[in-house]
């Protein structure tokens, strides 16, 4: 499972361990899939949507906006492949390199 993985990978590069996740917006597959990883880990989940609407770009999030960093991030595929982004340039560049 590929948001599984990518919070292991995630807990596994920072220092503090995660205590929760949660959903970035609450409609499509974007919504399920940390029900999903919060209920096999053991995770609560925070009721919020950080768009307000579809998800169009990482920088549009209200997190981005607020000013709140997007990173550290992890994303991860169906190859086993785990990608962590310890930081970014911008909110911009941690769209282009994690989309």
């Known amino acids: 499972h590929e948001c599984a993985a990518a919070v292991r990978g995630l807990s596994a590069a920072v220092p503090q361990p995660i205590t929760a ?22 995770l609560p989940v925070i009721d919020a949507d950080l768009m307000g609407r579809a998800f169009p770009e990482l920088q549009m999030s209200t997190a981005a906006i607020a000013g709140v960093s997007l990173t550290p991030a992890a994303v991860a595929d169906d190859k086993g492949n785990v990608l962590v982004m310890a930081a970014a340039a911008s909110p911009n560049w941690a769209e282009k390199v994690l989309r």
């Open 21 to 42: 996740l949660i959903c970035a917006e609450v409609g499509g597959g974007n919504a399920l899939e940390p029900l999903a990883v919060g209920m096999r880990q053991g």
